[in-house]
């Protein structure tokens, strides 16, 4: 039974992030500016979380006081890892499709693992070979990017020729070549400094252990700093306006059920699976995004997509099934040490007994 709801929600977690590309992608079909839709998604995630970090944390006194260089480093995380990251992904989805976006968000792990090598906080063993399947799986990632942006390939049509939200896949597909590897390429930048900001998350939350003020925080820091960036961007004002209900819902969606109960059912997996098994999960967010996104936006899916996203989904089990084999390893050798370590000790008990006597 437990089980049961475990995999109970990591369906449903792939399903809202589904519903973050689909729903995000209507968006601006419908006419909406990528960085105001920014801007809002981070203003309904602050406000949506606010009270529940005031009255779970805050009126509890189970925060720790915020100093000011807490706050500057908090609001340094907000910008690259909230506000500029998800710019540059609206940016990417707005010239490529729902699909791809979702295909990339599975190399997250892997860039971590590799930003993680970087700040040795991981190992790369290439003799072994738990590190040649890890640095296999780096190769398979960046072979499934490079025919992603640019191989597109013949096109798979939709078998739903009536949409129920906005046609997007005639329109995805007759952008130029040059635009949708563009987009590819700005959603795998984005996705790439996600996983450094994933990444020192771990280190921030030992300096500062509120999660949900923590998040809260950088939530409203974001929606400040996408304001400007918007501002800058969009300087005509009728272009604040959100294009129709269907970027409302998209808003709202992405602010309250992405931001905000995603994140803590996450938490909640993680803490009855691990961070591996929820990992292996992302490639339900592809299967998902695919078939959704053919009956509800109408999206025609390439071949290019196809194989870039195997590729994908292949170099994301090779490094995690590496990772695993390396911790079982690792975990066995520990053993193997404090069983001689036990054997030591009494062989020294039984020497000195028999010197005694």
């Excluded at 998040?215 to 400040?224: D, K, N, R, Y």
Aim: hydrophobic share 55%.
């Amino acid at each position: 039974m437990g089980n049961g709801k475990v995999y109970a929600t990591i369906v449903l977690i792939r399903l809202i992030y589904a519903g973050m590309h689909i729903f995000t992608k209507a968006a601006f079909e419908e006419g909406t500016s990528t960085t105001v839709f920014v801007f809002y998604r981070h203003a309904v995630a602050a406000i949506f979380l606010a009270p529940f970090a005031f009255f779970l944390e805050i009126r509890q006194g189970s925060a720790p006081p915020l100093t000011f260089r807490l706050s500057v480093k908090i609001f340094i995380h907000a910008f690259y890892g909230m506000a500029g990251t998800i710019n540059l992904y609206s940016i990417g989805l707005n010239y490529a499709s729902a699909t791809s976006s979702s295909a990339i968000f599975n190399i997250v792990p892997v860039v971590a693992f590799i930003l993680a090598v970087m700040f040795r906080m991981e190992t790369l063993k290439l003799k072994s070979v738990h590190g040649m399947a890890k640095a296999s799986g780096i190769l398979l990632c960046i072979g499934g990017v490079v025919a992603l942006a640019l191989y597109q390939g013949p096109q798979l049509k939709s078998l739903n020729h009536h949409p129920l939200l906005h046609s997007t896949g005639t329109a995805v597909h007759a952008r130029p070549e040059k635009n949708w590897a563009l987009g590819i390429f700005l959603m795998t930048a984005s996705v790439v400094i996600w996983a450094l900001w994933t990444v020192q998350q771990g280190p921030l939350l030992l300096e500062y252990p509120s999660k949900l003020l923590n998040t809260t925080l950088q939530c409203t820091f974001a929606s400040v700093q996408s304001f400007v960036i918007a501002l800058v961007m969009e300087r005509d004002f009728s272009r604040w306006k959100l294009a129709g209900g269907m970027s409302l819902f998209a808003v709202l969606f992405a602010g309250i059920v992405v931001a905000a109960i995603s994140y803590y059912l996450q938490i909640w997996v993680i803490e009855k699976k691990g961070p591996v098994f929820l990992s292996m999960s992302m490639p339900l967010s592809l299967v998902f995004t695919m078939v959704i996104a053919s009956f509800l936006l109408g999206e025609d899916v390439g071949l290019g997509s196809i194989i870039g996203g195997a590729l994908l989904v292949a170099g994301l089990y090779a490094v995690l099934w590496g990772k695993g084999r390396e911790e079982r390893g690792a975990a066995v050798d520990a053993a193997l040490a404090q069983r001689r370590a036990g054997e030591s000790k009494e062989s020294e008990i039984l020497s000195d007994a028999t010197a005694k006597v």
